[in-house]
């Protein structure tokens, strides 16, 4: 039932609107490069935002408020799409985050290795303790909660790094985005 629950308490939240972040497409060359974001944006974020407009979907309540599995799947997409582009940044502050939370990338190298499938990692702060959590395709979390989080689609990196997806998990840790993560934590 934690679906529900995420999804109930999102209900009380402040609408958050169903508009696309579009980010400037080299904005983390050459470590993500321009190409693997611009039809990770065009061909897979867009297409979220395409939909819920055509069915006048505007703020993550009214999806939820369709009850529709569709609708309310490509609302978090939409949502946890523009929070991923603000979760990665060149800033480099891995060392901050590994002070913080020492076991910050292995815990999330274990956590992703007994999860399956697509989905996205989130970082989170459960009884004042940091943890990496998987979410399976698009399964709703509360936003708020949310202080970093990873996209672990295919789409997200095949063009640049193909099966090897070690790197591409090696690369999002580097790029975690220290001053998102803060101002989430507020
Ligand atoms: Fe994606």
């Not at 990338?105 to 996205?120: A, E, H, R």
């Amino acid at each position: 039932m934690s679906n529900l629950h995420n999804i109930l308490e999102d209900l009380k939240n402040i609408s958050i609107p169903l508009e696309p972040l579009r980010p400037y497409f080299g904005y983390l060359e050459p470590k993500l490069n321009e190409k693997t974001i611009s039809v990770h944006y065009n061909k897979h974020h867009l297409v979220y935002y395409e939909y819920l407009k055509e069915n006048k979907i505007y703020t993550l309540n009214d999806a939820i408020k369709t009850h529709n599995h569709k609708t309310i799947d490509f609302a978090y997409q939409l949502i946890y799409h523009n929070m991923f582009w603000k979760s990665l940044s060149l800033e480099n502050s891995l060392d901050k985050f590994e002070e913080l939370y020492p076991n910050f990338k292995s815990d999330f190298y274990q956590i992703l290795s007994n999860s399956f499938g697509s989905g996205w990692m989130i970082l989170i702060k459960e009884n004042e303790v940091f943890t990496w959590k998987f979410l399976s395709n698009a399964e709703p979390y509360n936003i708020k909660k949310i202080l970093l989080i990873f996209d672990i689609w295919e789409h997200a990196y095949y063009l640049q790094f193909y099966e090897n997806k070690t790197e591409y998990f090696e690369t999002l840790l580097s790029l975690s985005n220290f001053t998102y993560f803060q101002n989430q934590m507020n």
